[in-house]
């Protein structure tokens, strides 16, 4: 049976299941209940496929689990980190109120991101993506509240603290309403199961009128009735209403009214607390999921089949065979270790090959068929694993494997066209993240104070009557500064950082203003664009780029727009005007931006002072060009100072080079003369030499002639 035909008939209007609150009880009782019956073969389908997926049920013999190795592929390529809020505002254009709402949402919502395990249940919901699927997320949230007692009035109940979180529906306990589209969708239904204690902290009164009847499916078979009243719960359903904007809490176990009745609690432009869900195969005329894993079980199936089949000849492929068991050696053979020898004791029987030979000994049984027949196998598997890849979006280069002898072009085209139908599912789950955190903002917008947005995000924004008192200040400080002369009159510094201040606040939009923008639906869309970034993978080299490129934008920008500023033929406010059209295009762009509105607002406090006349335009463009002229001057003496400079040095240079070659031909000189003395010297020191010589000669001669002859006969 069809969604549509299911759903026809049921009620013609409300009042036709009862009047009264048991009317109300059995004619969402019935909304339920067919609601059920629409979803129950997908359901019965999807529990199946978790199953595989866990490997639990349905093994009878040996199994290749690709929808687990599918499934862990995709995990990651799909959602891989923890998504960063990026709230602007929508146009891009000078809004003070807009760009301070949004930079309060901005941070509010960074905050209540990290308060809670937020990865945790976007993980979850990835896989019921995978899985069952269908993924839902709820948003909830929890104030805290605190006793205020103003001073004149009753004593109320004011918002002290709250907590925005995301939460994972079970996909066993969502129902939903009749509709093709998610459109037409005009109730949304949850499932709880709560113990004792808690209907009586949610549903006071009631506790006991309603009965225990569920039991969780991993509870433990229960001996008595004391252990299972340990895990048994109630059921409580939840049902969002659309067109009443009520939610009902009914318990099946009792019929007789509604546990609560609630009015619009969250006040939210869609009213349900979810955003449209994931489904992974999306369809036009029915929101009945259809979980992934159909479209290639019979693929899977055939896999088991041949896994099964190899892993049984793979259990038959062993060494076995027949031998002679006259043969004593055999034995010893066959349990040797590597290189053993084995003594035969008729090893001439061996050689002459009586008795057949060794040959004949020996009978193994063959394997060859069975060997075929395997490697057939692995290659029809690894064709059917291929197949699945095709349908699932999976190529090679996606899981990491690819061919050596590829070219780098062939790989970058593999990665392109396999990933365009896995863009589309990351784009999906982007909108789906992107869907719960505008939920969270509008939350935010909706129910939290000023004083705890100033609290949560620390912006120094002031509220109305601070903004009055600053201007009021001001307009007092503008009649007083011109005295009874006519001349400004003097501030004191203190009065002037007081002023300062003032005129900070007065720039400065008030917490009233930016809450009506808030509060209102309309106003927050109109002006603010609530985004994430990118929840693939960090883009760190995007905000690298996009920084550079920024910069490379302003430096080209300023070289060429400044020296036309300084020459007067464009006021610096039009400049910065341009340079902060082309900032608010980058996505850092907010802090710059400040710092040029404040360049801005100084040149407009600087030309709005005193407007010149023509009498003082005229002085000041006669004092500017006596000033070039005299500029001028000042530079030619200048430049014949240098020059005469310059000629001085060089003749003191030259007066130099000739004192250094005046003394240096001194040097030689006197060098030579000592040279020449020495000469002088030396040849006087021969020639006395010479003369000592030769009067040593004579004076030898001499006493040769003067000594006495010895007498003949004696001896001494």
């Known amino acids: 049976m069809t969604e549509s035909t299911e759903n026809v008939g049921a009620l013609e209007k409300p009042s036709d299941a009862g009047k009264g609150s048991a009317g109300v009880v059995a004619r969402w009782n019935m909304e339920w209940d067919l609601a059920g019956k629409v979803?129950?073969?997908?359901?019965?389908?999807?529990?199946?496929?978790?199953?595989?997926y866990r490997d639990e049920k349905e093994r009878s013999g040996s199994k290749f689990n690709v929808?687990?190795?599918?499934?862990?592929?995709?995990?990651?390529?799909?959602?891989?980190?923890?998504?960063?809020?990026?709230?602007?505002?929508?146009f891009r254009d000078k809004d003070p109120v807009g760009k301070e709402a949004a930079e309060i949402l901005e941070r509010v919502l960074s905050f209540q991101l990290d308060c809670y395990d937020f990865d945790a249940v976007a993980q979850l919901a990835i896989l019921d993506y995978l899985l069952p699927g269908r993924a839902v997320t709820r948003v909830r949230f929890e104030p805290s509240f605190e006793k205020k007692t103003p001073a004149q009035g009753e004593a109320y109940d004011a918002l002290a603290y709250a907590e925005i979180k995301c939460e994972h529906v079970d996909w066993k306990y969502f129902r939903r309403g009749p509709g093709r589209t998610w459109t037409e969708v005009t109730w949304v239904g949850f499932e709880h199961h709560l113990t004792r204690e808690q209907i009586k902290e949610k549903f006071p009164g009631f506790e006991g009128k309603v009965s225990r009847d569920f039991t969780p499916d991993d509870a433990p078979e229960c001996k008595d009735e004391q252990e299972k009243d340990l895990w048994?719960?109630?059921?409580?359903?939840?049902?969002?209403?659309?067109?009443?904007?009520?939610?009902?809490?009914?318990?099946?176990?009792?019929?007789?009214?509604?546990?609560?009745?609630?009015?619009?609690?969250?006040?939210?432009?869609?009213?349900?607390?979810?955003?449209?869900?994931?489904?992974?195969?999306?369809?036009?005329?029915?929101?009945?999921?259809?979980?992934?894993?159909r479209v290639y079980k019979d693929q899977a199936e055939e896999l088991d089949r041949i896994t099964a089949r190899i892993n049984r000849i793979i259990s038959g492929l062993k060494l076995r065979g027949?031998?002679?068991?006259t043969v004593k050696e055999f034995e010893q053979l066959f349990s040797a270790d590597d290189n053993a020898m084995i003594p035969a004791e008729k090893a001439t029987t061996f050689v002459?090959?009586?008795?057949?030979?060794?040959?004949?000994?020996?009978?193994?049984?063959?394997?060859?068929?069975?060997?075929?027949?395997?490697?057939?196998?692995?290659?029809?598997?690894e064709q059917i694993k291929q197949t699945i890849y095709e349908i699932t979006g999976l190529s090679d280069i996606l899981r990491g494997s690819t061919d050596?002898?590829?070219?780098?072009?062939?790989?970058?085209?593999?990665?392109?066209?396999?990933?365009?139908?896995?863009?589309?599912?990351q784009r999906d789950v982007q909108r789906y993240i992107r869907d719960l955190i505008r939920i969270k903002a509008e939350i935010v917008a909706q129910n939290f104070t000023p004083e705890m947005l100033a609290m949560?995000?620390?912006?120094?924004?002031?509220?109305?009557?601070?903004?009055?008192?600053?201007?009021?200040?001001?307009?007092?400080?503008?009649?007083?500064?011109?005295?009874?002369?006519?001349?400004?009159?003097?501030?004191?510094?203190?009065?002037?950082?007081?002023?300062?201040?003032?005129?900070?606040?007065?720039?400065?939009?008030?917490?009233?203003?930016?809450?009506?923008?808030?509060?209102?639906?309309?106003?927050?869309?109109?002006?603010?664009?609530?985004?994430?970034?990118?929840?693939?993978?960090?883009?760190?080299?995007?905000?690298?780029e996009q920084i550079v490129e920024a910069m490379d934008a302003i430096t080209r920008y300023v070289s060429g727009v400044g020296p036309i500023v300084q020459q007067g033929m464009m006021p610096a406010?039009?400049?910065?005007?341009?340079?902060?059209?082309?900032?608010?295009?980058?996505?850092?762009?907010?802090?710059?931006?400040?710092?040029?509105?404040?360049?801005?607002?100084?040149?407009?406090?600087?030309?709005?002072?005193?407007?010149?006349?023509?009498?003082?335009?005229?002085?000041?463009?006669?004092?500017?060009?006596?000033?070039?002229?005299?500029?001028?001057?000042?530079?030619?003496?200048?430049?014949?100072?240098?020059?005469?400079?310059?000629?001085?040095?060089?003749?003191?240079?030259?007066?130099?080079?000739?004192?250094?070659?005046?003394?240096?031909?001194?040097?030689?000189?006197?060098?030579?003369?000592?040279?020449?003395?020495?000469?002088?010297?030396?040849?006087?020191?021969?020639?006395?030499?010479e003369h000592q010589m030769r009067l040593a000669e004579m004076a030898a001669r001499v006493t040769a002639r003067v000594r006495p002859k010895p007498q003949q006969g004696a001896r001494a």
């Open 67 to 90: 929808l687990y190795a599918n499934t862990e592929i995709m995990r990651p390529s799909l959602y891989n980190s923890t998504p960063k809020p990026d709230i602007r505002r929508r």
């Open 232 to 293: 048994s719960r109630t059921v409580v359903r939840e049902i969002w209403d659309k067109e009443t904007r009520k939610v009902l809490f009914i318990a099946p176990s009792y019929a007789d009214e509604p546990l609560k009745v609630e009015d619009d609690p969250l006040e939210l432009k869609d009213f349900f607390p979810i955003p449209r869900p994931l489904y992974a195969v999306e369809s036009t005329d029915t929101l009945v999921p259809i979980e992934e894993y």
């Open 573 to 689: 406010s039009a400049a910065v005007g341009l340079l902060q059209t082309i900032v608010r295009r980058f996505k850092f762009g907010r802090q710059v931006e400040d710092v040029l509105d404040h360049m801005a607002d100084d040149e407009q406090t600087q030309g709005a002072q005193k407007p010149p006349s023509a009498e003082e335009i005229k002085a000041q463009a006669e004092a500017q060009r006596a000033q070039i002229e005299n500029q001028r001057t000042q530079m030619e003496i200048q430049a014949k100072q240098q020059e005469l400079a310059q000629k001085a040095q060089a003749e003191a240079l030259k007066a130099q080079a000739e004192e250094r070659r005046m003394a240096m031909e001194a040097q030689i000189a006197a060098a030579e003369h000592a040279a020449r003395l020495e000469e002088i010297e030396l040849n006087r020191q021969a020639k006395r030499e």
């Open 456 to 544: 949560m995000t620390g912006v120094p924004l002031p509220f109305a009557q601070q903004k009055e008192a600053a201007q009021q200040m001001l307009a007092l400080a503008q009649k007083g500064q011109t005295g009874p002369d006519g001349q400004p009159a003097p501030i004191p510094p203190e009065v002037q950082a007081k002023l300062k201040e003032a005129k900070a606040v007065v720039a400065k939009p008030s917490w009233e203003e930016v809450m009506q923008v808030l509060r209102s639906d309309a106003m927050r869309e109109f002006r603010i664009d609530i985004e994430t970034d990118s929840t693939i993978a960090a883009d760190q080299q995007y905000d690298r």
């Open 39 to 52: 979803e129950k073969t997908w359901r019965d389908r999807a529990q199946k496929a978790v199953d595989r």
């Open 322 to 325: 027949i031998y002679d068991s």
């Open 352 to 381: 002459t090959g009586q008795a057949g030979g060794l040959n004949n000994a020996v009978w193994m049984l063959p394997i060859e068929q069975a060997a075929k027949v395997l490697l057939q196998l692995y290659q029809n598997r």
């Open 404 to 425: 050596p002898g590829e070219t780098l072009g062939a790989q970058k085209l593999k990665a392109h066209t396999g990933s365009l139908r896995l863009q589309r599912r």
